[in-house]
Antibody, heavy 117, light 110 residues
Framework: QVQLQESGPGLVKPSETLSLTCTVS????????WSWIRQPPGKGLEWIGY???????NYNPSLKRRVTISVDPSKNQFSLELNSVTAADTAVYYC???????????WGQGTLVTVSS | QSVLTQPPSASGTPGQRVTISCSGS????????LYWYQQLPGTAPKLLIY???QRPSGVPDRFSGSKSGTSASLAISGLRSEDEADYYC???????????FGGGTKVTVL
């Protein structure tokens, strides 16, 4: 059974960079698309971007200027960097396995990141 | 403001049938598959329906999906207390070149 686990700081200061890593276990990171999705408190889901195991990435146009997603197949991990954060970036961040279509079949448990000074 | 539009809430008594709508446009629902996710309180979303009307293994057949034009719906028949959750629709959007979600519908079992 594939499992995903997010890790990273739970508190980030405004204007700084949010960095999270998702570790995949129980399966290879190869041959799938790997996404980051976030959910502000009490609100809906927002797709941030995805990366293919080969390194090709695609981002939500509304976040594209601030987002970088990378992958390390040797560690079965992929990562998210979101720079110049504000309070509006406070959310639970999920990593998920999927396809180009929004077929997300495995999710991490999510990690709350709060942007505050 | 979500790209896909869902009613914020829906409710029913145990055993009833509840339907949730999801409306979009020709660039998303009208030209791509529709997906549904169930999010129980405090947990990650779970894939409920894919490719408009297909259920992953383990999802009860009480859940069914349909799509027509630029709209879709999720039906829950024989409503049970454990179905109380938030439900999200999702589709690929050709204009945005990425997946888009609905704002979510909270289902309450009365």
């Amino acid at each position: 059974q594939v499992q995903l686990q997010e890790s990273g700081p739970g508190l980030v200061k405004p204007s700084e960079t949010l960095s999270l890593t998702c570790t995949v276990s129980g399966g290879s990171i190869s041959s799938y698309y790997w996404s980051w999705i976030r959910q502000p408190p009490g609100k809906g889901l927002e797709w941030i971007g995805y990366i293919y195991y080969s390194g090709n990435a695609n981002y939500n146009p509304s976040l594209k200027r601030r987002v970088t997603i990378s992958v390390d197949p040797s560690k079965n991990q992929f990562s998210l960097e979101l720079n110049s954060v504000t309070a509006a970036d406070t959310a639970v961040y999920y990593c998920a396995r999927g396809q180009i279509q929004p077929y997300f079949d495995f999710w991490g448990q999510g990690t709350l990141v709060t942007v505050s000074s | 403001q979500s790209v896909l539009t869902q009613p914020p809430s829906a409710s029913g008594t145990p055993g009833q049938r509840v339907t949730i709508s999801c409306s979009g446009s020709s660039s998303n629902i009208g030209s791509n598959y529709l997906y549904w996710y169930q999010q129980l309180p405090g947990t990650a979303p779970k894939l409920l329906i894919y490719n408009n009307n297909q259920r992953p293994s383990g999802v009860p057949d009480r859940f069914s999906g349909s799509k027509s034009g630029t709209s879709a719906s999720l039906a829950i028949s024989g409503l049970r207390s454990e179905d109380e959750a938030d439900y999200y629709c999702a589709a690929w959007d050709d204009s945005l070149s990425g997946p888009v979600f609905g704002g979510g519908t909270k289902v309450t079992v009365l």
